[in-house]
């Protein structure tokens, strides 16, 4: 019989385009710790994929098929992108043609016929009956067209669909739309939705891997800085809400200040992170569009480094009710 592993783990992973290869690399090298299971994980856009990726690989066979399917999933990104601009490795110019293009044309304009490649990507590499039967808890964050909030897709609920819906960047695709209801990219209300891991008694130790940075020094005056900027706090709003909802709750429980019944309501969240924003601070919102192997390739092994040393660092903290990121100083004092 198989030694049980001892730490548990619940992961949140943010989406960022094709920077979501620094999550592949954090997830190649998280699967390799023998002790810990990865046990829920909730995800938006990018992360949506490699979750569901990493889900269908550990049911098909363990370590070794989450590792061959991301790697599938990053390879399959990679050729379609080769004739499928914006997905390609864009030049300055041929990208600011494009953004300008999609600022006076929808993608109901520009593509009537709704083509995705990432669909075929997805299709081809993931056997979605196989998420189902991994035992992962998956939550998978996108906007809702017309309330404006976020929808979490769980259970039975994750297809093709859903995973395409958390993906769905509207300047690029229509929206996505299920049992009758438009979706657009999860990032925008929940990048990614930290509260289905509090409700669903997922692991109490949640390691948050962020692509966008929160902090970047300077003022942006060009216009791309500008965007870029304005890019990276917006898909950053809903998560850093939530990040304080659960320090202020937290303080609550600390000081005895939470009674019967809502002490039954809320529990603690041991918050750790590895910030790939602040990894990634080289690279522009322009190469979030570059998906040529070679970038991808130095983003996975940048974040397979970023869990190896958050792993010698912070891994022990798994299981002890410790946290490794001061929630009240990151997100309150500045």
């Known amino acids: 019989m198989a030694k049980q592993k001892q730490r548990e783990l619940s992961l949140a992973l943010q989406g960022g385009g094709a920077h979501g290869a620094y999550t592949w690399g954090v997830l190649d090298r998280l699967v390799e710790e023998k002790d810990l299971e990865i046990s829920a994980i909730s995800a938006t856009s990018a992360g949506a994929m490699n979750a569901v990726a990493f889900s269908a690989g550990m049911a098909e066979n363990g370590m070794q098929g989450a590792k061959d399917t991301l790697e599938a999933l990053w390879h399959g990104i ?117 509260f289905p891991l509090i409700y669903s008694g997922a692991p109490r130790d949640v390691l948050l891997v962020m692509l966008n940075p929160i902090r970047r020094d300077g003022i942006p005056k060009r216009a791309g800085e500008i965007q870029d900027r304005m890019n990276e706090i917006s898909f950053n709003a809903a998560l850093i809400g939530e990040l304080r909802a659960i320090a202020f709750v937290q303080r609550l429980l600390d000081d005895g200040m939470l009674k019967e019944p809502m002490l039954k309501r809320y529990r603690r969240l041991n918050i750790h992170a590895i910030k790939g924003g602040q990894d990634l601070l080289e690279f522009s919102l322009r190469t979030k569009f570059d998906t040529s192997w070679d970038f991808l390739i130095k983003l996975r092994d940048i974040g397979r480094g970023a869990a190896e040393k958050w792993l010698a660092e912070c891994g022990e903290m798994i299981g002890t009710n410790q946290t490794s990121l001061d929630l009240r100083q990151e997100f309150f004092e500045g």
Not at 90 to 110: E, G, K, N, T
Not at 137 to 143: G, N
């Open 78 to 194: 990679s050729r379609s992108g080769r004739n499928s601009a914006p997905y390609g490795a864009l030049s300055p110019i041929v990208f600011a043609y494009a953004s300008a293009l999609q600022s006076l044309a929808s993608p109901y304009d520009l593509n009537p016929f709704n083509m995705n490649p990432l669909r075929d990507v997805v299709d081809d590499v993931i056997d979605f009956s196989k998420v189902d039967a991994s035992g992962i808890k998956l939550y998978l964050s996108a906007t809702n067209v017309q309330s404006g909030h976020v929808t979490v897709f769980s259970d039975g609920d994750i297809s093709i669909d859903t995973v395409l819906a958390s993906a769905c960047l509207p300047q690029t695709f229509q929206a996505v739309e299920i049992d009758g209801e438009a979706y657009w990219d999860g990032g925008f209300m929940g990048n990614p939705s930290l």
